[in-house]
């Protein structure tokens, strides 16, 4: 009998701590929990304060196509299950931010 790793999904993200982590959602994507996404990233930002560094304070989602980029970054938006032009905008102005 198979038998789930023990740990959840914030924990699994806290392991990258300090380095730089982002994380995206879609609106229409519920096979992947948006909002369990969103949760995971919320609770590994503690991980991320042991090293000074900002993360996902709230656990209030952000409004669609509205990211917040810190250390530890999140966005949802409108759409399916996908990596569209607005991610990778996204993705290039938070690397240039925080990974440079």
Excluded: C
């Amino acid at each position: 009998m198979k038998r789930p790793l023990p740990v959840d999904q914030h924990q699994l993200l806290a392991l990258i701590a300090p380095r730089p982590l982002y994380v995206a959602s879609a609106e229409e994507d519920q096979w992947a929990d948006p909002r369990g996404e969103f949760l995971s990233s919320h609770y590994a930002t503690q991980v991320y304060h042991l090293y000074g560094k900002k993360g996902i304070e709230t656990k209030e989602m952000p409004m669609l196509n509205e990211p917040i980029h810190n250390t530890v970054s999140y966005h949802i938006r409108t759409g399916k299950h996908d990596v569209t032009d607005y991610d990778w905008e996204n993705y290039i102005k938070w690397a240039n931010a925080f990974v440079k």
